[in-house]
């Protein structure tokens, strides 16, 4: 059973201090629920206590995976971008284990909210890391390419957020994305209302939840 905890300093120390083999930490969450945010946080707080050279903790966000817009079209997915067969979940799961034992330099996609586009190379893991945040919402999904993708970490966490909460804040995104307030709505409750009931049923995989 995952252990419920209620403050982000209880996740800061599980992974503080680091030292030896590097280590692999996964974010998950249903959509809106702030796992950038909790990520983000613990990369400045990690490198504050660790210095800022050599570089001790780089992330690798599952966002980075999101297969392009023409690719989308193409397979007649479009209107489902977000949801888990609009990843290439494959090669997520490949960079994940590669950067378990990689010894040089390595790099790693991000998504960009402007070009709603991924990114390539936009992340950079050199060899002196000891802790990648990986932070996405499939992470405990148990089909095949995201089961092995989990398995390459050593805890996934589960950042518990209310729909009533996230469904806003996805609505506020998708308006600052270009979307009408109706239109946003709509998608909304449609596509991410879907992809969050995936994500909750399987927030039980966890290690730890967290419950702000």
Known sequence: M???VRDRESLLARIIPLGGDRRLIGIAGPPGA????????????????????????????MDGFHLRTAV???RGLRDRKGAPETFDRDGFADLLC??????????APAYSRELHEPVPDAHRIPASVRLIISEGNYLLLPDDGWARAGECLDEIWYLDVSWAVTRQRLIDRQIAGGRTPEAAAAWVDGNDKRNTELVAAAAGRATVILRP
């Open 2 to 4: 995952a252990e419920v």
């Open 72 to 74: 989308l079209a193409e």
């Open 98 to 107: 590669r950067a378990r034992t990689a010894t040089g330099e390595i790099t």
């Open 34 to 61: 702030g796992k950038s945010t909790l990520a983000g946080w613990l990369e400045a707080r990690v490198a504050e206590r660790c210095g800022a050279e050599p570089q001790r903790v780089a992330q690798v966000p």
